[in-house]
Structures are given as structure tokens and as C-alpha cells.
């Protein structure tokens, strides 16, 4: 089994449409989870970080993690076509405190 | 001013040459660390170093040499570059403790393509 697994096939959404991205990962350890956001050839930024159970809320961003299924998922409301990018789930190692990055989920957004 | 900065920013080399990318850091932070990304392959981490004296392997190291000059200063060495080496290479540093610890900051990336 993979530590992250992400479907990075192309996720195509209207604009104005909600966004949704999934991740499962394999160490039961991790204790925290970051969603990065890049864009082709750039580097990765950090759009935001969740620990805890439930759902976490940053503007048009929402976080949702379930840690006894091993699943997080990012929702990107109000889709805009400047949120076409590639989103990387990385949650953080319980045992040796390093980011384990999954493939990524590209979205495209479609005006 | 780029809290992360890589240097060179691109780079095209021959087989068997050595070469160096660099990486410096102005946030303060003890962590640094070295990945490499193909394309469809995500990010894979090469080398990390928690502080000064302290250098750890990660997934792709083979082929790969790091040294932490200083805080601030983290290198990544090809010795004897390949064409399967060609990839972007980043670096990224984090904080052990304070608010935003384990976050990591990413550089702009170097475009290494070796011939």
C-alpha cells in the first residue's frame, strides 16, 4: 500500500462549482496533515495545515479529516479558474516527523 | 526577498560531471531538506537535516551528496550526474517548534537537465 494515495487524474469543474479532493494515507501515526497547493512548474505553497478530527475552514478552503478511516479531503468552494493547479497531500510522519507528499489531484477549473 | 532561495535556477550539464545546486534560507529555521520532482511522480525527498550536524537519507539518496554549511545553507551534490537525474529539484526548510512548526517553506525550484 502506498503512504499517500491521490487520484491525480484531472478533476474538471465549472466555475463557481465546489472542488473535491481525497486522500487516504497508510501511517496511523500521523497526527497532522498539510494540503499544498502548485502550480505547474512552480513550487509548492502551503494552503493549510489540519489535526484535528472534523472539519477546519479558511476562506474559500475546507479541510475535512477522518483519522480512523485515514482519510482527508480538501473542498474548494466558489471555484475560481486561478485554483487550477495541482493539490498535494502530505501528512506529517508520526514517527520520524517528515511530510510524506502524495502524487497529487490536478484540477482544472472551466470558465 | 525570496525567504528561500536555490541556486542556479536552471542548470543543463553533460554525463559524469559533478555539480552542486545550492540553498539558502532566511526564516531561521533548523530543518532543511532536499526533493526532487518527475513528472507524475510527485515529490520524493533526498536528503534531509534536522540541524548543523545532523544529515539523514531519504527515499532517493543513491547518487546523491548533501552538506549543511551553516543553518542557513543546505547543498545537494550530484558526483556523477545522469540522464535520469534530470528533474526539478527543490529545496524546503521547517521549524521544530513555535506555531508553524513542520510546515514546510519550499524554494523556487532548480530545472536540472543533464545530457
Known amino acids: 500500500q502506498k503512504e499517500v494515495e491521490q487520484n491525480s487524474g484531472p478533476l474538471s469543474v465549472p466555475e463557481g462549482a465546489i472542488a473535491s479532493l481525497n486522500c487516504t494515507y497508510s501511517?496511523?501515526?500521523?497526527?497532522?496533515f498539510f494540503w499544498y497547493r502548485q502550480y505547474s512548474g512552480k513550487s509548492p505553497e502551503l494552503i493549510m495545515f489540519?489535526?484535528?478530527?472534523g472539519d477546519k475552514e479558511d476562506g474559500r478552503f475546507t479541510a475535512q479529516l477522518n483519522k480512523a478511516s485515514q482519510y482527508v479531503s480538501l473542498l474548494i468552494r466558489d471555484s475560481q479558474p486561478s485554483d487550477s493547479a495541482t493539490y498535494l497531500c502530505a501528512p506529517l510522519s508520526g514517527g520520524n516527523n517528515r511530510l510524506a507528499f502524495g502524487k497529487g489531484n490536478q484540477v482544472v477549473v472551466i470558465p | 526577498d525570496a525567504d528561500v532561495t536555490q541556486t542556479p535556477r536552471n542548470r543543463i550539464t553533460k554525463t559524469g560531471k559533478r555539480i552542486m545546486l545550492e540553498c539558502s534560507q532566511t526564516k531561521g529555521h533548523d530543518r532543511m531538506y532536499w526533493y526532487r520532482q518527475d513528472p507524475g511522480l510527485g515529490l520524493q525527498l533526498i536528503y534531509y537535516?534536522?540541524?548543523?550536524?545532523?544529515?539523514n537519507k531519504g527515499e532517493i539518496s543513491d547518487g546523491y551528496s548533501v552538506s549543511r554549511q551553516a543553518q542557513a545553507k543546505f547543498s545537494l551534490s550530484l558526483e556523477s550526474a545522469i540522464p535520469n537525474q534530470t528533474a526539478l529539484y527543490f529545496c524546503?526548510?521547517?521549524?521544530?517548534?513555535?506555531?508553524?512548526?513542520?510546515?514546510?517553506?519550499f524554494g523556487p525550484g532548480t530545472r536540472l537537465t543533464v545530457l
Open positions: 489540519i489535526y484535528s478530527n
Open positions: 537535516s534536522f540541524d548543523v550536524k545532523d544529515i
Open positions: 501511517d496511523r501515526g500521523s497526527q497532522s
Open positions: 524546503a526548510t521547517s521549524n521544530s517548534g513555535g506555531p508553524h512548526q513542520n510546515e514546510q517553506f
